[in-house]
């Protein structure tokens, strides 16, 4: 399979516990995103990395969320002491650099978070 | 600042029939427009794109999508309805050129097809 992937697929934790998603882009794609969605939502922005250089983050990142891409590669996003809250579906799209930026973001499956 | 508004949050339709999940956007300059696919539980799957040229875009599964300028709008339409299509639809808009790269998402419509 060719296509973004993420894991795990399901988390379950404790309030105020870490957790750590990871995700694996499209092989040939150099730019890498992480959205979170809850229940009637779209999507919701969170960060960017082209390569290894996270070059966006939104507002709605808190202190308590970081991302690495470390190596270009695959990409991992944490959140540390976990509140009820952030209970969402954690989504990760890759997309290639083109000429122009007409690229389009491809999905992975999301790993969905729930927060006891 | 960009924004995508879908203005139902549902649109039933019996099987066979057309369909036509509306959205309106703003953004600056010229828009970038996608549409994107949700089955329950699973990520975004990409179904068209619009960029320039003809207004009418075709796409996966027999969608197609409708670009008016005028009226800032990219409804996703399909002649024949069929079950398989319900699920949950997403509307983004990016500028074309400048600004973010990040696309904004609507909130999302949920298609029921009726057998």
């Known amino acids: 399979d060719t296509g973004v992937s993420q894991d795990p697929r399901h988390k379950i934790t404790k309030r105020g516990q870490n957790v750590t998603f990871r995700c694996d882009p499209i092989?040939?794609?150099?730019?890498l995103y992480w959205y979170r969605q809850t229940l009637g939502q779209g999507p919701e922005f969170l960060t960017y990395f082209q390569n290894e250089a996270q070059l966006e983050k939104s507002r709605l990142l808190s202190d308590r969320f970081s991302a690495e891409r470390p190596k270009g590669s695959f990409s991992t996003l944490e959140i540390q002491r976990t509140e009820q809250g952030d209970s969402a579906m954690y989504l990760c799209?890759?997309?290639?650099?083109?000429?122009?930026?007409?690229?389009?973001?491809?999905f992975g499956p999301g790993t969905r978070l729930t927060v006891l | 600042a960009q924004s995508v508004a879908q203005p139902e949050d549902q649109v039933n339709v019996a099987e066979g029939n057309p369909l036509t999940v509306k959205c309106t956007y703003s953004v600056s300059g010229n828009p970038y427009l996608f549409w994107y696919v949700q089955y329950p539980n699973r990520g975004l799957q990409f179904l068209l794109k619009y960029i320039t040229g003809d207004n009418l875009v075709k796409g996966s599964y027999g969608f197609e999508a409708e670009f008016n300028k005028s009226q800032t709008s990219f409804h996703l339409k399909k002649p024949s309805a069929l079950v398989s299509d319900s699920a949950l639809y997403f509307c983004?808009?990016?500028?074309?050129?400048?600004?973010?790269?990040?696309?904004?998402f609507g909130r999302g419509t949920s298609l029921i097809v009726h057998p």
């Open positions: 983004a808009v990016r500028p074309l050129s400048g600004g973010s790269y990040i696309p904004t």
């Open positions: 799209a890759s997309s290639p650099e083109t000429s122009g930026g007409t690229f389009t973001q491809f």
């Open positions: 092989s040939e794609h150099n730019r």
